[in-house]
């Protein structure tokens, strides 16, 4: 029998390859699917096209390149501007009853990112019966470059909109690898969590997919979208553009541009003032400028919420414990801003100290400093609290600000999770960015228990991470299929969904030791952040 199998789909055939979990479970891996025309020449920039139906069978057993981007390891430019392709990994083609699907938006900061297997191997989630699609989308101003011309058609968020279509054309054709497309599960990481919310709030999405799990992120931004710096324009200027015939000008000398010069530009935009407060990505989803029948972000995401589409769908949400640790290496490589006297001053989310006054903005800025770091000075020995407050800021008052709107406007259930495992050897985004001597869950780190990357082994059986791999993954993929996350397989303890606007919120709670459903262990610091907004 052969190794290889051929997918009959609406857009041509498309040639597989049959591979071996690290458990020893057979699947059919699809990789570099062409979901869209090449967003290449006149298309850069622009919204995605449909796919025009190929003749020649697609050879999927080819490594699917990321869309071109800095490496976060090497620093180097990689990836091709030719990228929007998308990988499936199905256990049966033709099963008897069709499988729930599971299609994952990686995080990156809209500015990195992949949908390879290098990273997020499907060997863990294939443990169970689902299908899983893994979705590329442009990042960087390739994904995200804003104009305010209506005439120009580039209002943003071109990005989001190569998930759309992928989703779309996961909808038609997934039957194709045994996939149920009524019975779809969005889910997605950091700024694949933030897009799988704002899809759930567009209309644009509406009915294309039946659940959602978010992790790490969600559309109710505390800092505001890109929307006040024009990082597209001053691109052009850093690489030459003269100003001259306005906007019109600067998107034909951006296309006149190669791919590797747009993305090498990308550092130099940030400028030292943006930096010291810890501003580290130019691009990124904007409130776009002016309204089309095309448009994902039309206003402020948070009135969205309240009349979305999804307020009905079921939904988990969460976050790690220590997601701030992020941004320790940014620390580490810069202490000097820890010593900075207004650094809380300038790193107050937007919509806090919007109409605000100056004096205003540095009394919150006080009772932040008062409530996490009390009187003590800050260094990169001492900022334990520096890195709760940004884990606050930036993650989890979000979610929770999340749950509260769910609770408010809908009738969904919505389950609440908080992922706590700190491995030596397992929390493999802590291990990069901090090293072996920083103690926590760090965001991104909850990754590694729900993909095998190329250079992690799979944990030992009984061990601490094969117990949490198969706590995740389990809940996760059991929602999946029927919209319930308990396993009883993997836990005894009963995950329910949060009650209403009784807090504090009850969340399903993973630790080295096992999992338990208590309340949310960061609700004081929630309550904090509720009282600052509720004073303003």
């Known amino acids: ?45 622009s919204d995605p096209q449909p796919i025009c139906p190929w003749t020649e069978i697609v050879d999927g057993t080819i490594p699917t390149p990321c869309c071109i981007q800095i490496s976060k390891l090497t620093k180097n430019v990689i990836g091709d501007e030719d990228c929007l392709f998308l990988n499936v ?43 899983l699609v893994t979705i590329n989308y442009r990042v960087g101003v390739l994904g995200f470059a804003s104009f305010t011309d209506p005439s120009l058609e580039i209002p943003g968020n071109a990005g989001l909109r190569d998930q759309l279509m992928a989703i779309k054309w996961i909808n038609k054709n997934i039957e194709h690898f045994g996939g149920d497309a009524d019975n779809i599960t969005l889910f997605g990481q950091s700024a694949g969590a933030n897009s799988v919310h704002f899809l759930m709030l567009s209309e644009n ?25 024009n990082y597209t324009l001053r691109l052009a200027e850093v690489l030459g553009w003269s100003g001259n015939d306005g906007q019109k000008g600067a998107l034909e000398f951006l296309r ?16 030292e003032k943006e930096r010291s407060e810890l501003i580290l990505f130019p691009f ?33 949400i969460g976050g790690t414990s220590d997601e701030g640790l992020v941004i320790y290496k940014s620390l580490k490589s810069r202490p000097q801003i820890l010593q900075k006297p207004d650094l809380l001053r300038a790193i107050l989310p937007t919509d806090l100290v919007d109409n605000t006054n100056d004096d205003q903005a540095k009394e919150i800025a006080s009772k932040l400093k008062q409530f996490y ?21 930036l993650y989890l008052h979000r979610i929770y600000r999340t749950l509260t709107l769910r609770n408010e406007c809908g009738s969904g259930k919505t389950y609440f999770y908080r992922f ?11 291990l990069f960015m901090c090293g072996r001597d920083i103690k926590g869950c760090s965001h991104a780190d909850d990754i590694s228990y729900l993909f095998k990357n190329q250079s992690g082994k799979i944990p030992p059986r009984y061990s601490m991470e094969y117990r949490a791999i198969q706590t995740l993954v389990g809940a996760f993929t059991k929602f999946a299929c029927d919209g319930n996350p308990n396993d009883s397989r993997n836990s005894t303890v009963v995950w329910e969904p949060v009650n209403g606007l009784e807090t504090p919120y009850k969340c399903f709670n993973i630790v080295e030791e096992g999992v338990s459903f208590v309340d949310f262990p960061e609700d004081d610091r929630m309550k904090f952040w509720d009282s600052l907004y509720n004073e303003k």
């Open 420 to 430: 706590s495992v700190d491995s030596p050897t397992n929390n493999h985004y802590k």
């Open 1 to 45: 029998m052969s190794d290889f199998v051929i997918a009959t789909t609406f857009s041509g055939k498309v040639k597989g390859v049959k591979k071996v979990t690290g458990f020893g479970a057979d699947y059919f891996s699809f990789q570099r699917i062409p979901y869209a025309k090449p967003p290449i020449n006149e298309l850069r920039f």
């Open 284 to 316: 990124g989803p904007v409130i776009e400028p002016y309204a089309t029948d095309r448009s994902i972000i039309p206003i402020d995401p948070i009135i969205m919420s309240k009349t979305a589409w999804s307020k009905d769908l079921d939904m988990i």
């Open 205 to 229: 999405a509406k009915g294309l997919f039946k659940r959602a799990i978010v992790m790490s992120g969600t559309a109710v931004t505390s800092s505001g979208l890109k929307s006040k710096n």
């Open 256 to 271: 006149q541009r190669t791919a590797k010069e747009l993305i090498m530009a990308q550092p130099k935009l940030i400028t």
């Open 373 to 393: 770091m009390g009187n003590g000075t800050m260094s990169l020995n001492r900022c334990d609290g520096f890195l709760k407050l940004m884990t606050d800021k």
């Open 89 to 131: 990994y199905t256990k049966d083609l033709n099963p008897e009853r069709k499988t729930p699907v599971m299609i994952f938006i990686y995080g990156g900061g809209f500015m990195h990112g992949s949908c390879g297997p290098e990273i997020y191997g499907p060997d863990y989630i294939l443990q169970n019966n689902v299908v």
